[in-house]
């Protein structure tokens, strides 16, 4: 037993029978307990890593293994997971108290039918539904029906919960308060928990770890705060942040930095941060809109196009070399739409990426 890789996927491969690779090589491993999100972009593989995990599609190559045994020659009811789907694939016919106790009056488990009861009415506790025991799915809420969905899930005790994007059919103000209670919950409960999200603010808020993919590639396997400070690469730098990432062209020559107008020093970037040595090239140079800030001189030049407000802060945006970029700054900023500014950058803060992509600053 090793608690540090309860789930652990290795060199795990899935090519659809139309030979499309949904997954090219993927390892990884989540520790006892922990809420782990599996984040990227439509497409990316997500769904296909949680069936593989779930047993309802097989790899075509690696091995998925549970608390230290493998499971990919178990069958999905043998697996010991819970699984909540998108659209929570609850029995309509059926009362909510039916369907959380359903899955304990089916199959192997099959047990007394006041037994079954019990058990139920304990999950229903926990995600706070008892008071809708006999009530049909039809007369709930997206928030209830999700909570049904949770209950009717963790009543087998699974070892192992896994959650495909269970608040994308939730309004805005909903998920947020949901998106905590099932945090919440999976933490009191205690159970490890893949959760699968595209959308990175949730599996900021939520995650005891992320694990970003793009194209069926792990991208970054981290804690959340490090996808935003030290990105891995250029497509984790702008996926992950709001408002999104800055980027400008430069051109790297004789230990100068060069934009379309401004020029930095190579030796006023802090040493310790190079990833590798920076040859001469073609380069982007990215940094977070609060870390490019009005000032006396700046790095950069602009007239403001627009300034948007959220909530306590405020964007500045400005059209540089033909790209649209942004500055974050307080309410008290006194500049408005249609001012000349000088940006200038946390040269301590900035990323730069090779034209593949690479991070070498
Ligand atoms: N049965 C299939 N046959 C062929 N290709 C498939 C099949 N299922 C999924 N794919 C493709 O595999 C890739 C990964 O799909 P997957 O559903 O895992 O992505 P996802 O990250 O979950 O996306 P979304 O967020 O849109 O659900 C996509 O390009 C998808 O079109």
Redesign the pocket.
Known sequence: MNDDKFVEVKNLKKV???G?E??KDVSFSVKKGDLVCLL????????????MLAGLLNPTSGDILFDGKSVVNVAPKDRQIGYVFQNYALYPHMTVLQNVMFPLTVGKQKMPKDKAKEIAEKYMETTQITELADQKPGNLSGGQQQRVAIARALVQQPKILLM??PLSNLDARLRLKIREEIRNLVKKVGITTLF?T?DQEEALSIGDKIIL?NN?VIQQDDMGQNFYLEPNNYFVANFVGNPVIDNFKVNVKDGKITGSDFEINVDDLDKSRFKRDLTDGEYTLAVRPENILPAETGHVSAKIDDVELIGRERILKFTHDGVQARSLVDLETPIKRGDNVNLKMRLDRVFLFTKEGERVY
């Open positions: 659809y029978d139309n499309h949904a997954i990227g972009p439509s497409g990316c593989g997500k769904t296909t890593i949680l069936n495909d994007e699968v595209h993919f069926g």
